[in-house]
Structures are given as C-alpha cells and as structure tokens.
C-alpha cells in the first residue's frame, strides 16, 4: 500500500481511537426536548422564522440565514416552540439565541420529501439544495458548504480533497461514517464534484484505518459511476494535524496555502466525508442537517459509542444513553470534540450541535506548574504552520500586538501542538488566541 507523504511538523498524541473505532454506529432515541442554537456556523447567525407557542415539523426551517456566509436551523424533532431565549452554547462563550422545542408526537411527520433523481440538476441548483439544507462543514469550522461551494470567478478549482483523516484522539466518527454508510458517502462525493465543475478528488485516510480505506477504495472502484472523474482513495501517514486543511493539500498535492490565504486560492476545496454524507441526504433525499454522528467517549464514560444524534439533544442526555459518567470521587472534564482542539464545558446543558464531532468525558488532571520558557524551540520544530509559538507568547504576555501580527500569529490555526510539546507547560495556544483576539479588536471601527 502506497503510503502518501506528510507536511513539516506536527505531534504523535496516543490515539485512544479502540473503545469506539469497531462501534457502529448508533440511532439515539428521539430527545423529548432540543435546543437549537440560531449560531452554528461560521458567519451571520439565523433570525427565527417561528414563535413560541406554535407548532412545528421535524425538518422545518425554523431559522433563516440573514446572510450569503450563514446556513438556516432546521426543527430535529417535531413539537412546539416553547421558548427563543439565550441559552448557555457549547463553543460560544456567552450565552446565544435558541429555539428550545418539545416534543408531543415522537411519530408525527416529517417535512421533507421523498427520494429524487438529482442527476438532472444544474450546478446551482445543487447549490442552493445544500444551502437551504443548512449544511455546514461537519470536520468542526462549521463553514457554510455552499459558500465553499462557491469560489469567484477568478479562483479556477481544479481539485476537490475529502477529508477522511479522522486525526483527533479518540474521535471515530467519520470512521465509521466510510465504513457503515460508504453509497451515501461517495454519492455525495459526486454531488460536490458536480457543483464544483471539477472532475479531480482525492479522499485521504490516515493508515490507522485499513477497513475504512479498502472499503472506500472497493466502493469507488466503479469508474463508470464517476462519469470521467478521476477518484482516488490515498491512504495518509498517521500524524496531528493531518486533517487540517493546509496540511492535508500539501501531504497530497505538494501545495502550500499562502500566508493569510484559503485553498481556494491554490486551485483546491476540501470536504469532510460527514458533510459529503449530510450532502448526500440533503440532495437525494431532500433531509436537511438535523442529525449527525458523535463518538461519546472517554475514560470516565461508562459506554463508550459512536452516537447518531439530534441537533439541539442537550449533552446530559447524550451522556446518559452511553452510560453516564463512571464516578470515582475525582472531578471530570467534558469536551467538546478532541482533546487538541475541543473545547471544555462548563454546563452539560449545552446542546449538540452541527459541529459536535465527539463528547468527551475524561479524568480531571491537575495543572502543571507553568515554568519559563527554556528556549528548547520544541515549539518552533513541531509547528505545522512554520510560525515561533515561543515569540508570539512572549510578545502576547506584554501586549505588544504589533510584534504579534508582525510574526504571523493570525496564521496560527490553534491546533495544540505547540502547547502539548512544550515542557514548561506554558499556555501557547491561549496566549496565540489572546493575540489574535485584540489583533481583530484592533480591525474593527
């Protein structure tokens, strides 16, 4: 098996992929109550197109994007509004605007259609299926897919990557997703070629999952089902962070996004399998993103599983049908996502939303001692977008902004890497995001 190459840098974090990665997946029963938050993308938040007290369908638009960077909410189950308030939010760090619904008919219908030939369609209409689904990127940015979609004019595509690295500890969800539900996966593999206009894609899987890549490899083999398109499945060496956008263009095209740019500047998109997967539903089967699959892990959770869950199922009820947390006195940490790039909860209140890859609930441990600096440049060797970590903290710590952007800081894409390499225990990443915070503070009027 031919093993494709890597990008400069990076860590080796132990996997802990195995209470999961053989788990099917799941369907969780339908949670009697969702929260949905009217902010689960990148961009404009929804306004609500409902009001308390009425009644509404599984399915249903019930928040409408105020923007071209914005994606609709859809109802995950079918109910009545009972309140548009500011709930606590997982990623958010203020409370945000929610619609909560409660269910009174688990078996009331649904309010989208059948299934449909999508062959037929022209490029923008497929576009504007996967806008008014609400699908956003599902590897965790959450960026509206028809936006990606949609590249000016002058940015010519050549070639379309699906991301199937899966490089987080623990996570095993698109993992599954490849092997459970590869038709849906490649079909909709095959959409987003088609709204590209592009006729090139790799899928790449880290080697750590030899089922998902024969099995992905077996499925594409059929080349009259790409209609000309050329399609590969590559598999990756296995190394934090491959599945980052940048480095994953370089492992496999030898490319290198510019400081400050996007890969559509280089002539790239890429597409997690879970969002070719939520395409697939959305265009064939006209299903909006209600749902997704969530790897419920851990080593204080009772269950570990792959989960398929509402949008809006508030984490308490997610931990409780895998199992609950297994108590032992000691206090505990619930994440959302990875441990690199998740991040930790205060309330389990929070609802799942569209870009919960993994709930993870894992043994509280104590914080190191911070210590100075050494200046061993363990940072500088292991970061995967050639910045000095070490000098940006340091400038960050005296609020020299200026010297801050100067060293590129706004490149820093918060991966983790430095601060889990670095023996002082300094930390990297929230200093970095301190900096890049007052530097955009700084951009505004």
Known sequence: ????????????????????ENKPIESMPLPSRV?????????????????????VKEGQKIGQAKGFVSAPVHASISGAVVAIEDRPHPVLPVPARSIVIESKNAAAPAAWGTATDWSALSGKELLDRIRDAGIVGLGGAAFPTHVKLSPP????????????????PYLTADHRLML????????????????????????????????????????????????????EVVPLNVKYPQGSEKQLIYALLRREV????????????VQNVGTAFAVYEAVVKGRPLIERVVTVSGNRIREPKNLAVRIGAPFANVIEYAGGIVPNGSPVKVIMGGPMMGIAQYTLDVPVIKGTSGILVLEEVGQKKILPCVKCGACVDICPMNLMPNRIADFSERDNFAECDASRARDCMEC???AYACISA?????????????????KKP
């Open 180 to 231: 459970e539900r590869t038709a849906g996966v490649l079909e909709g593999v095959k959409i987003l070629l088609k709204a590209l206009g592009v006729s090139r894609v790799f899928i790449g899987i880290e080697k750590n999952k030899p089922d998902a890549i024969r099995t992905m490899r077996e499925r594409a083999a059929d080349r009259s089902f790409w209609n000309g398109a050329a399609v």
């Open 1 to 20: 098996m031919k093993i494709f190459g890597s990008f400069k840098g990076g860590v080796h974090p132990p996997q802990h992929k195995d209470p999961t």
């Open 426 to 442: 300094r930390p990297l990443v929230h200093l970095i995001k301190y900096a890049k915070l007052n530097l955009s503070k700084a």
């Open 258 to 269: 510019p400081s400050g740019g996007l890969p559509l500047h280089i002539g790239v998109v």
């Open 35 to 55: 929260i949905i938050p009217l902010q689960q993308h990148t961009g404009a938040p929804c306004e609500p197109v409902v009001s308390v007290g009425q009644e």
């Open 416 to 418: 983790g890497a430095c």
């Open 153 to 168: 004019r002058e940015n010519k595509i050549d070639t379309l990557i699906v991301n199937g690295v899966e490089c987080e």
